[in-house]
């Protein structure tokens, strides 16, 4: 029986359950759906409520955040290696949101964002580029903290909560540059300079976690190495997420909206003369 315990706690492909993963995906998935049922009453008659292109944004985000917050990606993340950990945050912090944006019919935005009830201007002001900035960048700071990190693993209440918090802090962070409301988004070139400053903070934790000559977070460091990565080469695989994974597809975002807005001032000359 020992041995059996053993193995589970060693193991990363051992089964771990998590009703309350299963329970949030369910209820963004229901959300979803009364979206759509809500549309087809508020909007004028014949008018869809979401476009196609949008359902698969929407569900796209859905089955990513549930991919990366369910078994063997969570256990592994939580109780093995850090760098999977990050990959985790990568995700729910820089692709799952401007899914869910990109998602969110106009109709439904201009409702929560612009209605000018409390909620509204709460947030217009968090999502404002410098405030929705500082507190993603200090939130993404902070979570590299070793107690922040040794609590997200001990306390599984504490991990569900620190990562919602960053997901609604990476929700606003996005707003300026995907918000369903073109009048709430920077210019493109403010996108672009916003981008760019975003993906320069997290290069410091991740040269701090590459070239570290000891362990950073000592809970990883429980003499369990699975498929032989060590804590040392788990700390510079992390590290090596944060900035080459994470860096580039920031940068990657930058290069596509460069070429899209000089394609548009092209043509835009092109049609004066």
Not at 37 to 45: A, E, H, K, Q, S
Not at 64 to 82: G, R, T
Not at 236 to 259: D, E, N, P, R, T
Request: hydrophobic share 55%; proline share 6%; with cysteine.
């Amino acid at each position: 029986m020992e041995f059996l315990v053993l193995f589970a706690e060693t193991n990363p492909w051992t089964f771990r359950p998590y009703p309350g993963v299963w329970f949030l995906v369910l209820g963004v998935g229901w959300l979803g759906w009364w979206v759509c049922r809500i549309g087809r009453r508020v909007l004028p008659d014949g008018s869809k409520p979401v476009s196609v292109v949008q359902k698969r944004f929407f569900w796209l985000a859905l089955v990513l955040l549930y991919l990366v917050a369910d078994w063997p990606m969570h256990s592994i993340a939580e109780e093995h290696l850090y760098s999977v950990h990050m990959f985790q945050h990568l995700v729910i912090t820089l692709i799952v949101p401007p899914l869910f944006l990109l998602a969110l019919p106009e109709w439904l935005a201009s409702i929560v964002i612009l209605e000018g009830q409390f909620s509204s201007r709460v947030i217009q002001r968090l999502s404002h580029p410098v405030v929705a900035g500082v507190i993603f960048n200090f939130l993404v700071a902070l979570s590299h903290w070793s107690g922040f990190v040794r609590l997200s693993v001990e306390n599984g209440a504490f991990h569900y909560v620190a990562h919602l918090v960053l997901f609604i802090s990476a929700l606003l962070m996005w707003l300026p540059v995907v918000s369903p409301i073109r009048e709430h988004r920077l210019s493109p070139p403010g996108q672009m300079l916003y981008l760019f400053l975003i993906s320069v903070i997290p290069t410091v934790p991740a040269g701090w976690l590459t070239f570290a000559e000891g362990t950073v977070y000592n809970i990883y460091d429980d003499g369990v190495e699975p498929w032989g990565i060590g804590v040392i080469a788990d700390q510079q695989a992390a590290g090596a997420v944060m900035k080459i994974l994470g860096g580039f597809y920031l940068w990657g975002i930058i290069v596509v909206k460069y070429f899209r807005f000089a394609g548009a001032e092209r043509s835009r000359r092109l049609t004066r003369l």
